[in-house]
């Protein structure tokens, strides 16, 4: 995997890989066996939910921009308020009379590294003329610690807080975009800050970790209880009233059920909420879709930048 980026889209898939191997077996036959499934799932879960391993080489492997013929980026180092360095790229807006004053943060799913999400990050600095941050989770990449929920929350606040302070960024308008479970970080992100963001975009993301457990992992529907680590998106969504979201869904998803988009959709307060399917997209290729970026530039242009 070293020679090539896996998909740009890589998510939380690989968290169904991990718990199968202990769940697929005849664990509920005996309540015993029960315990010891309920123990893993509750004491192994943040290393199945953050496989930050997967690829092989995802630790010390991230593909640079210039990789991809970008030479306009800047390879950043950003301390948290818990002593973590998290390792981000910024791609700036180009100078030109047809550029935004926009900014995207992204946020990733839940396997790989920013390296791999470099693509999707200049084909949106491409179509909406911005400036695009990638922000590399705790663990992740070249990013010390260890990922959980309460300490990826912190990592995109941190994100935020950069360039909310950063000279060429404060003023400009920001959008948050997540993928799958990057999705949730990014609600919750603009939940806590609502009056600091001009747009949301979520793709192929969750209703909540635990309601996602019987999907990827039937055996373990009666243990999704032991989830300590939830992402509530269903809860922090219909907090967001004045921020205009955009939701993309691609109807062959096959790790996220397409019912999951649509109850976030069906949830959320926002005074502007946009709706757009990718028939054909799957869980790790609806953004090589049709369409995809149109869908984007049209929300961007009629319900951000008006």
Same mark, same amino acid.
């Given at each position: 995997?070293?020679?090539?980026?896996?998909?740009?889209?890589?998510?939380?898939?690989?968290?169904?890989?991990?718990?199968?191997?202990? =769940?697929?077996?005849?664990? /509920?036959?005996?309540? +015993?066996?029960?315990?010891?499934?309920?123990?893993?799932?509750?004491?192994? $879960?943040?290393?199945?939910?953050?496989?930050?391993?997967?690829?092989?080489?995802?630790? &010390?492997?991230?593909?640079?921009?210039?990789?991809?013929?970008?030479?306009?980026?800047?390879? /950043?180092?950003?301390?948290?308020?818990?002593? *973590? &360095?998290?390792?981000?790229?910024?791609?700036?807006?180009?100078?030109?009379?047809?550029?935004?004053?926009?900014? !995207? #943060?992204?946020?990733?799913?839940?396997?790989?590294?920013?390296?791999?999400?470099?693509?999707?990050?200049?084909?949106?600095?491409?179509?909406?003329?911005?400036?695009?941050?990638?922000? *590399?989770?705790?663990?992740?990449?070249?990013?010390?610690?260890?990922?959980? *929920?309460?300490?990826?929350?912190?990592?995109?606040?941190?994100? =935020?807080?950069?360039?909310?302070?950063?000279?060429?960024?404060?003023?400009?308008?920001?959008?948050?975009?997540? $993928?799958?479970?990057?999705?949730? %970080?990014? #609600?919750?992100? %603009?939940?806590?800050?609502?009056?600091?963001?001009?747009? =949301?975009?979520?793709?192929?993301?969750?209703?909540?970790?635990?309601?996602?457990?019987? %999907?990827?992992?039937?055996?373990?529907?009666?243990?999704?209880?032991?989830?300590?680590?939830?992402?509530?998106?269903?809860?922090?969504?219909?907090? !967001?009233?004045?921020?205009?979201? =955009?939701?993309?869904? +691609?109807?062959?998803?096959?790790?996220?059920?397409?019912?999951?988009?649509?109850?976030?959709?069906?949830?959320?307060?926002?005074?502007?909420?946009?709706?757009?399917?990718?028939?054909?997209?799957?869980?790790?290729?609806?953004?090589?879709?049709? +369409?995809?970026?149109?869908? !984007?530039?049209?929300?961007?242009? *009629?319900?951000?930048?008006?």
């Amino acid at each position: 995997m070293s020679e090539s980026p896996p998909p740009p889209s890589w998510n939380i898939g690989t968290m169904a890989n991990s718990a199968i191997n202990f =769940l697929r077996l005849p664990v /509920l036959a005996s309540s +015993g066996l029960a315990v010891v499934a309920s123990g893993i799932l509750y004491f192994k $879960q943040n290393e199945a939910i953050y496989p930050r391993s997967v690829p092989a080489d995802a630790r &010390t492997n991230v593909p640079s921009p210039s990789q991809f013929k970008i030479t306009e980026f800047e390879d /950043l180092q950003l301390q948290t308020p818990d002593g *973590e &360095t998290l390792h981000a790229y910024f791609l700036p807006k180009p100078t030109s009379r047809v550029s935004r004053d926009l900014t !995207i #943060i992204m946020f990733h799913g839940n396997a790989g590294n920013i390296g791999h999400r470099v693509p999707i990050a200049k084909a949106l600095q491409d179509t909406l003329k911005c400036n695009v941050m990638l922000l *590399e989770y705790r663990g992740y990449g070249k990013s010390t610690g260890t990922p959980d *929920e309460v300490g990826l929350k912190i990592d995109a606040q941190t994100g =935020l807080d950069y360039l909310r302070q950063r000279p060429d960024t404060k003023d400009t308008k920001l959008v948050a975009y997540g $993928q799958s479970l990057g999705g949730s %970080v990014a #609600i919750n992100l %603009v939940n806590t800050n609502q009056d600091k963001f001009a747009g =949301l975009i979520l793709e192929n993301t969750f209703l909540s970790i635990r309601k996602l457990i019987p %999907v990827l992992v039937p055996p373990a529907r009666y243990l999704a209880r032991f989830c300590h680590q939830t992402w509530q998106s269903e809860d922090w969504l219909p907090n !967001i009233k004045s921020v205009p979201i =955009l939701f993309l869904s +691609g109807l062959q998803d096959e790790l996220v059920p397409p019912s999951h988009m649509a109850g976030l959709f069906s949830l959320c307060q926002s005074e502007t909420k946009i709706w757009r399917t990718l028939p054909h997209g799957a869980h790790n290729d609806s953004v090589a879709e049709p +369409g995809y970026f149109e869908h !984007i530039h049209g929300f961007i242009s *009629e319900e951000v930048m008006d």
